[in-house]
């Protein structure tokens, strides 16, 4: 149980173009997904948290017009990269907050969502 | 601003021997600690938590131990096998009554055979 996947999880894309990186919680609800971004040989950085029904809550520093957050279900939040560039290249992974609230904070990460940029 | 921070960034460690990675966190609000493991190219993998209000919990082979005083935390993890090579992560969390979560900087564990 409590199985977070996303996709897809490898992308490559020219640069300015948009890229959409879904994240599902498979067997749980999720009113809140976290997404992260982690660069190479580095930490994971919280970009922003993404909660259902309203508007995502965006981490100091990270432009909310270029990573568009969408949690359109208890199940699904979408991160999409707008206008791409070779510095937005990086491993991005998402969380999920059980509804429940789980085993405490716990959240459940995905397996990473690998963007080069071109 | 708040951080959590490492002492070692790469171990390495003989196959069996026991392991110990430390994690020095700065907001003494904070109340829930967990560390993660991630191999290359993957997620996080949950390992082991602890609330603030205990200071020793023990899962399979990994034990996690936090000092409040000090504010640190530790994983230890006995006779240490080829498949815990990968880096660990400590995060906290709590200090603003939200689950957002901030990682420390990573441990590289190399296990030699």
Redesign the interface.
């Known amino acids: 149980g409590a199985v977070?996947s996303?996709h897809p999880s490898r992308v490559i894309c020219k640069s300015g173009t948009s890229v959409k990186i879904e994240c599902r919680s498979l067997d749980f609800q999720a009113t809140?997904m976290?997404w992260y971004r982690q660069f190479p040989k580095?930490?994971?950085?919280?970009m922003a948290?993404s909660n259902e029904g309203s508007k995502a809550t965006y981490e100091q520093g990270v432009e909310k017009d270029k990573f568009l957050i969408n949690h359109a279900s208890l199940t699904l939040s979408t991160l999409t990269v707008t206008s791409a560039h070779p510095e937005d290249s990086s491993?991005y992974?998402c969380?999920a907050?059980p509804l429940s609230g789980g085993?405490?904070?716990?959240?459940?990460?995905?397996?990473?969502t690998?963007l080069t940029v071109l | 601003g708040e951080s959590v921070g490492l002492h070692l960034p790469t171990l390495s460690v003989q196959e069996g021997d026991n392991s110990i990675i430390n994690c020095a966190y700065s907001n003494s609000a904070s109340d829930?600690f967990?560390w993660?493991k991630q191999e290359s190219?993957?997620?996080?993998?949950?390992i082991i938590?602890i609330?603030s209000n205990m200071d020793k919990r023990q899962g399979q082979r990994v034990t996690v131990l936090l000092n409040k005083t000090v504010k640190h935390l530790s994983l230890q993890i006995a006779a240490t096998q080829p498949g815990d090579s990968a880096v660990y992560?400590c995060a906290e969390?709590?200090a603003d009554s939200?689950?957002?979560?901030?990682?420390?900087?990573?441990t590289r564990l190399l296990v030699r055979p």
């Open positions: 977070v996303q809140t976290f580095q930490s994971l950085m919280l948290t491993f992974i969380s907050l085993a405490g904070n716990e959240q459940f990460f995905g397996p990473g690998r | 829930y967990i993660y190219g993957k997620g996080p993998q949950f938590d609330r992560f969390s709590g939200s689950y957002k979560l901030i990682f420390g900087s990573g």
